[in-house]
Each structure stands twice: as structure tokens, then as C-alpha cells.
């Protein structure tokens, strides 16, 4: 399967504490995708980064992206409560066409006030 | 608010009923796709289909059908249904003029198959 995979699968945190969560994938892209799902609710688009970019920020977001090790890290740094949600990737492969995207499972971020 | 709407919200129904899911993508946008998402199997796309036409096809099953009209909303259609299609059903919506794959998804349609 091309399914990214996101780990961890479920993580706890602090309120202000920094939460990371990885996604790895399996072959050549396009760009990396991340979204947000509160529970129950449709995603939302957070920050998209392309195969020949390394780093971006958006607000307290920073998504890395290496390519070499077909992995990508997405921080949430000074975390709040309101940040409690699934987070996936998703990922435009190469010569997917359509620009279709393929999500991960999601890792469930519960930070806690 | 993505600017995509869904109805109905919630479907109760009965296994082998057939339901139609709809969906109407952000102003201007052409592509419309469907995605299954349940518990055990993360979200799955189902199928694209841009300006009318049906561009890629998922995990989709041959009980289910879609189809995109004149005016480009998106209907899903669901038949024989068995208790294993309970899940919930996001539309989302791109905008090919953007060259980007970045999708807007719709709120969702919680089917519940009894």
C-alpha cells in the first residue's frame, strides 16, 4: 500500500508542551500534506510541502520534509487545548494524476489543560 | 466554514437499502472527491471527478456509484447496503486553477447501516 503512515498512533501532552508527529511514506512525491480532523468533523487543511522543500512554518506549525529517508515530521509547538485532534498526512505521489491524495491513518493528539 | 456542504448529516437505514449521500463543492471549484472514513480503516478514497467527468477511481465498490452534474455538485450513491458500509462519508473539493492538490472537505455524512 502507498498509505502513508503516521506514528506516533496516539499521543498526550501537556498544555504548552511541544508535540511531534511523523508520517513516512514509501515513493517519490510531489508534495506532503497536513490536516487536521476534530472529532467527528471534516479536515482541515493546515500546511502543504513540496518534494524540493525542506522546512516550512505556518503560525506555531513546522513541517519538515527528507526526502532521502521518505519521511516528514509535522511540530506543534506551546500546544493548547483547542489542539486536541486526529492529524494526518496525505501525500501527492508522483504520477498519481488528478491530483489525488493518499492519507495516512492519523495520529490522535490529546493535550491536556 | 470549507464552503462544501453535505446533506444529509446523519442516514439511519436498513442493510440492503440504497441511499444517496450529496455534496456541493466551494464556489468555483471543479473537482469534487469522496472518501469512506471508519474506524479500522483511516479515510479512504473512493473517486474524483472533475467537471463532469469521473477521473480516478478508489477502494470503491461496485454497490457504490457517483456521478457529477451541470452544476457540479456530487452525488453517492450506496446500494445493498451491508453493516459494514456504516462510516462516515466526506466530500472534499480542489481547485485545479491553484495547481495545487490542497483539498476543502465538507462536514461529513454519518451513515449508520442497522
Known amino acids: 500500500s502507498q498509505q502513508g503512515e503516521e506514528d506516533p498512533q496516539a499521543l498526550s501532552i501537556q498544555e504548552g508542551e511541544n508535540a511531534t508527529m511523523n508520517c513516512s511514506y514509501k515513493t517519490s512525491i510531489n508534495n506532503l500534506q497536513w490536516y487536521r480532523q476534530n472529532s467527528g468533523r471534516g479536515l482541515v487543511h493546515l500546511i502543504l510541502?513540496?518534494?524540493?522543500?525542506r522546512e516550512k512554518h505556518s503560525g506555531r506549525l513546522r513541517v519538515t520534509l527528507d526526502t532521502s529517508k521518505k519521511s516528514s515530521s509535522l511540530l506543534i509547538t506551546a500546544s493548547r487545548a483547542a489542539d486536541t485532534a486526529s492529524y494526518f498526512c496525505?501525500?501527492?505521489?508522483?504520477?498519481?494524476?488528478?491530483?489525488?491524495?493518499?492519507f495516512g491513518k492519523g495520529t490522535k493528539l490529546s493535550v491536556i489543560p | 466554514d470549507s464552503g462544501v456542504t453535505q446533506t444529509p448529516k446523519h442516514l439511519i437505514t436498513a442493510t440492503g437499502q440504497r441511499v444517496t449521500l450529496r455534496c456541493s463543492p466551494r464556489?468555483?471549484?471543479?473537482?469534487v472527491y469522496w472518501y469512506q472514513q471508519s474506524l479500522d480503516q483511516g479515510l479512504q478514497f473512493l473517486i474524483h471527478?472533475?467537471?463532469?467527468?469521473?477521473?480516478a477511481k478508489g477502494n470503491i465498490l461496485e454497490r457504490f456509484s457517483a456521478q457529477q452534474f451541470p452544476d457540479l455538485h456530487s452525488e453517492l450513491n450506496l446500494s445493498s447496503l451491508e453493516l459494514g458500509d456504516s462510516a462516515l462519508y466526506f466530500c472534499?473539493?480542489?481547485?485545479?486553477?491553484?495547481?495545487?492538490?490542497?483539498?476543502?472537505f465538507g462536514p461529513g455524512t454519518r451513515l449508520t447501516v442497522l
Open positions: 472534499a473539493s480542489s481547485a485545479p486553477r491553484d495547481r495545487t492538490s490542497v483539498q476543502f
Open positions: 496525505a501525500i501527492e505521489y508522483s504520477g498519481a494524476g488528478s491530483y489525488q491524495l493518499t
Open positions: 510541502i513540496r518534494s524540493n522543500e
Open positions: 464556489s468555483g471549484d471543479l473537482s
Open positions: 471527478y472533475y467537471n463532469g467527468e469521473e477521473r
